[in-house]
T-cell receptor, first 115, second 111 residues
Framework: DAGVIQSPRHEVTEMGQEVTLRCKPI?????LFWYRQTMMRGLELLIY????????DSGMPEDRFSAKMPNASFSTLKIQPSEPRDSAVYFC?????????????FGPGTRLTVL | QKEVEQNSGPLSVPEGAIASLNCTYS??????FFWYRQYSGKSPELIMS????GDKEDGRFTAQLNKASQYVSLLIRDSQPSDSATYLC???????????FGKGTKLTVNP
């Protein structure tokens, strides 16, 4: 199994630009999670999907952030417009079940730098 | 008030010693607790889960949960340099399916 796949691995952009992060969950997994990790705030859940449906997006910091999961094998997290404070490592994770207690498998992350 | 508190460390122990990592939490309704290990520059990886008061052992790792005192700990016996990483405590608050993570404790095991 290839594990959770994220792209790009690194992204450097300028303030105001649109950023799109991509994730392919483990095949057969029903839940997908987007996290953001910073030194100041630690690892925070932004949004999670179950069976491609967004269940809870209360962690999305503001309207500049949006996420979609058009099918079971692909999800995107978009930031438009990006700001320097969005600089962080963004992780995608997937799990087999719908419970938060199910083991979540994390992708390698995308390191985003907004100048 | 932060939901999950961990000492950021760094915690430094010699090879072969017992490393003790601690975590306190604020939500008494929390039922499920997890320890993740994160190597520098890598993604978190689940190493232990615990749901009931007491100890749960898995190899060199022991998770301990005390719901009355609202703390959970991770003991690593016979620590190895390969255990050097940041350990994240996580839990599910009562009635929630969203994991909440502490900021992690950085552990260094010195050869």
């Amino acid at each position: 199994d290839a594990g959770v796949i994220q792209s790009p691995r690194h992204e450097v952009t300028e303030m105001g630009q649109e950023v799109t992060l991509r994730c392919k969950p483990i095949s057969g997994h029903n839940s997908l999670f987007w996290y953001r990790q910073t030194m100041m705030r630690g690892l925070e859940l932004l949004i999670y999907f179950n069976n491609n449906v967004p269940i809870d997006d209360s962690g999305m910091p503001e309207d500049r952030f949006s996420a979609k999961m058009p099918n079971a094998s692909f999800s995107t997290l978009k930031i438009q417009p990006s700001e320097p404070r969005d600089s962080a490592v963004y992780f995608c994770a997937s799990s087999f079940g719908a419970s938060g207690a199910d083991t979540q498998y994390f992708g390698p992350g995308t390191r985003l730098t907004v100048l | 008030q932060k939901e999950v508190e961990q000492n950021s460390g760094p915690l430094s122990v010699p090879e072969g010693a017992i490393a003790s990592l601690n975590c306190t939490y604020s939500d008494r309704g929390s039922q499920s607790f997890f320890w993740y290990r994160q190597y520098s520059g890598k993604s978190p990886e689940l190493i232990m889960s615990i749901y009931s008061n007491g100890d749960k052992e898995d190899g060199r790792f022991t998770a301990q949960l005390n719901k009355a005192s609202q703390y959970v700990s991770l003991l690593i016996r016979d620590s190895q340099p390969s255990d050097s990483a940041t350990y994240l405590c996580a839990l599910l608050p009562g009635g929630s399916e969203k994991l909440v993570f502490g900021k992690g404790t950085k552990l260094t095991v010195n050869p």
